[in-house]
C-alpha cells in the first residue's frame, strides 16, 4: 500500500485469521476440552454453574470464548490475552 493510502485510510486491517482447526462456533465446546485454556476454563465456571454454554469463536483478532445462556443470548466474553 503506498504512502498516501496510507495517511487517507489508514493501515489495511489484517485478515481474518485461519481456525486453529475446524471446531464449529454453532457446537458448544466442554470446558475440560484440550482446546479449552486453563484460565478460560477458570474464569467460565461461575456462568457454566449457572447454565451457560462456552462457545469457542474465530474473531479477526484471533480466538474468543463466548458464553451464551439457556436462552441463546451472549452472557460473557473471554478473550486470550
Excluded: S, Y
Amino acid at each position: 500500500m503506498n504512502k498516501l493510502a496510507v495517511l487517507l485510510f489508514g493501515q489495511p486491517r489484517p485478515k481474518a485469521r485461519p481456525a486453529d482447526d475446524l471446531w464449529d462456533e454453532e457446537t458448544p465446546t466442554p470446558p475440560d476440552h484440550p482446546l479449552v485454556p486453563e484460565r478460560t476454563r477458570i474464569d467460565a465456571a461461575p456462568w457454566l454453574e449457572e447454565g451457560c454454554l462456552l462457545h469457542r469463536v474465530q474473531t479477526r483478532d484471533g480466538i474468543e470464548w463466548w458464553l451464551m445462556d439457556q436462552d441463546g443470548k451472549l452472557a460473557e466474553v473471554l478473550l486470550l490475552e
